[in-house]
Structure formats: structure tokens, C-alpha cells
Nanobody
Framework: QVQLVESGGGLVQAGGSLRLSCAAS????????MGWFRQAPGKEREFVAT????????SYADSVKGRFTISRDNAKSTVYLQMNSLKPEDTAVYYC?????????????????WGQGTQVTVSS
């Protein structure tokens, strides 16, 4: 079992920044690739970013590329999502997820463990 707890969400104006954190406990963190997903009201869950166990490989949704950065600190068992130049359409509940193995993945079905989510609201 892996327990994931997100933090760092909040209300921000368009153009602003937020940094989300996801603290993991339980199994060895470095054995898992990690991902961030989001879900807005009335919409399906959407891939945002993913990172390999070592941090050497990352992938982003086109909608956030160049604005968001995913990173991880295996010593702290934490994955981060730095979000810059936020837009109202980034408003959603953001979830982190853990995937057994080294390789990152963009499909939510490849993840076994999920956090409870943190709300991000971007005002125009």
C-alpha cells in the first residue's frame, strides 16, 4: 500500500503560480513512477504530467507544456507540480497517483494508488 497526500492547492489569479506537493508513505517511494491528473466539474479525469522513478523522464499534457513542471525528491518521498502562468481553464481538483515500476504513464488506468485531491481555482 502507498498513501498519498496532496497539498498546496488554493485560489490564485490568472497568471499566478502555485506549487502542489504530494507526500507518499508506505512502500518504497522510488519504486514508483508518479503522475498528476486533474478533474474539473462535469469533465473526465485528465492527464497533466508524469515522472519516472528516477526523475529522468517526464511527460506533459499539451495544455500545460511549458507552464507546469513535475519533479520529485525521493529522499523526501514527495512529488511536486510547479504551476506557472495559470489560466482559468486550469481550475480543477488535482490528484497525484503512484504507478508500480520505473516507467511513467499518461493513462490513469496505469496507476494503482491515488491521493484525495487538492482544489486549484484560477480566477480571471
Amino acid at each position: 500500500q502507498v498513501q498519498l497526500v496532496e497539498s498546496g492547492g488554493g485560489l490564485v489569479q490568472a497568471g499566478g503560480s502555485l506549487r502542489l506537493s504530494c507526500a507518499a508513505s508506505g512502500r518504497t517511494f522510488r519504486n514508483y513512477a508518479m503522475g498528476w491528473f486533474r478533474q474539473a466539474p462535469g469533465k473526465e479525469r485528465e492527464f497533466v504530467a508524469t515522472i519516472s522513478w528516477s526523475g529522468g523522464s517526464t511527460s506533459y499534457a499539451d495544455s500545460v507544456k511549458g507552464r507546469f513542471t513535475i519533479s520529485r525528491d525521493n529522499a523526501k518521498s514527495t512529488v511536486y507540480l510547479q504551476m506557472n502562468s495559470l489560466k482559468p481553464e486550469d481550475t480543477a481538483v488535482y490528484y497525484c497517483a503512484a504507478r508500480p515500476g520505473a516507467l511513467p504513464a499518461t493513462d490513469y488506468r496505469g496507476y494503482d494508488y491515488w491521493g484525495q485531491g487538492t482544489q486549484v481555482t484560477v480566477s480571471s
